[in-house]
């Protein structure tokens, strides 16, 4: 069974500073996901990552895969308060011939100014 | 590209009434529709698959009885829950997979999400 875990599950950061968030699987995963979830909304993907060594980046936020190590990273470069919201990461593995997703927790990031 | 749509998009109704709501991708044919159920503060949680012209497939503590799921095209799927009580308050969001054929199979494109509350 596929199991996703997030850290933090909270986390504060001001204005300017860099921080990552990790998302480690348990099982193997040949895609990982990336989404951000505003209160109230529902998911806006960010990444999507297919392959070991696989790193994407969009703005202030950059994703990388190391499949190896069954670890996906969100790194966020010098925050500004728009990036509040909840991050959610998600594996699935397309041997299953679904392609189910499996969500961690999910990561309530707040940047205050 | 890849829109879906969900409605209504909130929902309140009385305990034991039935609710319907509505998936639909909107420019792609879904092979493949997702159900997810996620409650105030907590992840998103797959309740079913459904496969168009199939029947569902329930995770495991989901009620089928209950939560009753029709795929009757590539663009549509319900989900209705019948005899509905304050428990099953809740944010469904939907999402859909396009054809295995195509480039972007492995993405899912999810819906706004409907908002129920049971009174």
């Known amino acids: 069974e596929l199991k996703v875990e997030q850290n933090p599950l909270f986390l504060s950061m001001q204005e300017g500073k860099n921080y990552t968030i990790y998302c480690n699987y348990s099982?193997?995963?040949?895609?990982l996901y990336w989404y951000r979830q505003d209160p109230g909304k529902s998911l806006e993907s960010l990444f999507v990552?297919?392959?070991?060594?696989a790193v994407k980046q969009e703005g202030r936020l950059m994703a990388s895969l190391d499949t190896k190590a069954r670890l996906s990273t969100l790194h966020i470069t010098a925050a500004v308060h728009d990036l509040s919201a909840t991050y959610f990461c998600?594996?699935?593995?397309?041997?299953?011939?679904?392609?189910?997703?499996?969500f961690g927790k999910g990561t309530k990031l707040s940047v205050i100014p | 590209g890849a829109v879906v749509s969900q409605h209504p998009s909130w929902v309140i109704c009385k305990s034991g009434t039935s609710v319907k709501i509505e998936c639909r991708s909107l420019d792609f044919q879904a092979t493949t529709m997702f159900w997810y159920r996620q409650f105030p503060k907590q992840s998103l949680m797959l309740m079913a698959t459904s496969n168009e012209g199939s029947k569902a497939t329930y995770e495991q503590g989901v009620e089928k009885d209950k939560f009753l799921i029709n795929h009757a095209s590539l663009t549509l799927s319900t989900l209705t829950v019948t005899s509905a009580h304050p428990e099953d308050s809740s944010f469904y969001i939907c999402?859909?997979?396009?054809?295995?054929?195509?480039?972007?199979?492995?993405?899912?494109?999810f819906g706004p999400g409907t908002r129920l509350t049971v009174t």
């Open positions: 999402s859909a997979r396009g054809n295995p054929h195509r480039r972007a199979a492995y993405e899912q494109y």
């Open positions: 990552l297919l392959s070991n060594g």
């Open positions: 998600a594996a699935s593995y397309s041997g299953a011939g679904s392609y189910q997703l499996t």
């Open positions: 099982t193997t995963s040949d895609r």
